[in-house]
């Protein structure tokens, strides 16, 4: 590509055709990891056994809540909710060792406005990420799919200098990934990349466990299954752990085989997965090792 003008190398770049090696710095040693989610406990969810790794790792990872959680409890609401939320992301971040952010729009209300998508386009930027995790934008809860769509929105313009100008556009164009779900419509969650996350399941739950107005109370609430949460706080814990010990899926375990070899992939009890967005940089298998170093074939 050495005879394409300047410019056309640059568009090339942010717009991800570029391969990450030809944007990333070649000595970088950490990566930066931003995992967005709508409400103040999905990134603990999507990919808090990931965030923890990589943070015993020395990397350098930050939760953002795009909505303050105002709305998801069944009799505390409002300020005093969004407050108590906060104060449990607080406690995750300690847990997991991460940075936790909670934006002031409200929960259930999310759209994919102007004003939300330069809030997330600053947010990408001042932590200068190499990678940008959130949802896919086909989930059944609005705020879910708007965040997917906001992000969306960021992908491209994180490296435009004149929009959100007051912070300083990124000369790189980070690697976009979708974290898993199960719909199937429009298209289906392909995991590209898995993190063999057995070693930190009980951080991640620990996680989970800081969460205590989600976990113990609104959603066996709103899932009508109250009855079943137990009252002692280690009870409870052991409670919430089976409710995550699920037994791996198919397409799951075979991108853990392709990541780790199949010795290490026959051991993993659980893991996180990644879909590559088309938006952003696309990484080569090098590149993804490099940002995620805990891929080690045995």
Same mark, same amino acid.
């Given at each position: 590509m050495k005879n394409l003008s300047p410019f056309f190398l640059f568009v090339l770049l942010?717009?991800?055709?570029?391969?990450?090696?030809?944007?990333?710095?070649?000595?970088?040693?950490?990566?930066?990891?931003? =995992? %967005?989610?709508?409400? @103040?406990? *999905?990134?603990?969810? #999507?990919?808090?056994? +990931?965030?923890? !790794?990589?943070?015993?790792?020395?990397?350098?990872?930050?939760?953002?809540?795009?909505t303050n959680g105002d709305a998801g409890h069944h009799k505390i609401q409002g300020k005093a909710l969004a407050e108590r939320r906060y104060a449990e992301t607080q406690e995750v971040a300690k847990r997991l060792g991460v940075t936790y952010d909670v934006l002031d729009n409200h929960d259930g209300m999310l759209m994919p406005s102007l004003e939300v998508r330069l809030?997330?386009?600053?947010?990408?930027?001042?932590?200068?990420?190499?990678? =940008? %995790?959130?949802?896919? @934008?086909? *989930?059944?809860?609005? #705020?879910?799919?708007? +965040?997917?769509? !906001?992000?969306?929105?960021?992908?491209y313009m994180v490296a435009v200098p004149n929009i959100a100008y007051d912070v300083p556009a990124l000369r790189k164009n980070p690697v976009f990934l979708y974290t898993r779900d199960r719909f199937?419509?429009?298209?289906?969650?392909?995991?590209?990349?898995?993190?063999?996350?057995?070693?930190?399941?009980?951080?991640?739950?620990?996680?989970?466990?800081?969460?205590?107005?989600?976990?113990?109370?609104?959603?066996?609430?709103?899932?009508?299954?109250?009855?079943? =949460?137990?009252?002692?706080?280690?009870?409870?814990?052991?409670?919430?752990?089976?409710?995550?010990?699920?037994?791996?899926?198919?397409d799951i375990r075979a991108s853990l085989i392709k990541w780790y070899g199949e010795g290490k992939a026959a051991k993993a009890k659980y893991a996180e997965a990644f879909e590559i967005c088309e938006y952003g940089a696309q990484p080569s298998e090098a590149d993804i090792r490099m940002l995620f170093p805990m891929l080690v074939k045995q």
């Amino acid at each position: 590509m050495k005879n394409l003008s300047p410019f056309f190398l640059f568009v090339l770049l942010i717009s991800g055709i570029l391969p990450v090696s030809s944007i990333a710095q070649q000595n970088q040693q950490k990566s930066r990891i931003i =995992v %967005i989610g709508a409400h @103040p406990d *999905d990134c603990d969810s #999507d990919a808090g056994g +990931t965030a923890a !790794l990589l943070a015993s790792m020395g990397h350098a990872v930050k939760f953002v809540a795009v909505t303050n959680g105002d709305a998801g409890h069944h009799k505390i609401q409002g300020k005093a909710l969004a407050e108590r939320r906060y104060a449990e992301t607080q406690e995750v971040a300690k847990r997991l060792g991460v940075t936790y952010d909670v934006l002031d729009n409200h929960d259930g209300m999310l759209m994919p406005s102007l004003e939300v998508r330069l809030q997330i386009i600053k947010k990408i930027r001042e932590w200068n990420a190499d990678v =940008v %995790i959130a949802p896919r @934008p086909n *989930d059944y809860h609005p #705020d879910h799919r708007y +965040t997917g769509v !906001l992000v969306q929105d960021a992908a491209y313009m994180v490296a435009v200098p004149n929009i959100a100008y007051d912070v300083p556009a990124l000369r790189k164009n980070p690697v976009f990934l979708y974290t898993r779900d199960r719909f199937q419509r429009p298209n289906p969650f392909r995991p590209d990349i898995a993190i063999d996350i057995t070693t930190v399941f009980e951080k991640k739950m620990s996680g989970l466990d800081a969460h205590v107005s989600q976990f113990y109370e609104w959603m066996p609430w709103i899932g009508h299954y109250e009855a079943d =949460v137990p009252q002692g706080k280690e009870e409870r814990f052991k409670w919430l752990m089976k409710q995550y010990d699920e037994q791996m899926a198919p397409d799951i375990r075979a991108s853990l085989i392709k990541w780790y070899g199949e010795g290490k992939a026959a051991k993993a009890k659980y893991a996180e997965a990644f879909e590559i967005c088309e938006y952003g940089a696309q990484p080569s298998e090098a590149d993804i090792r490099m940002l995620f170093p805990m891929l080690v074939k045995q």
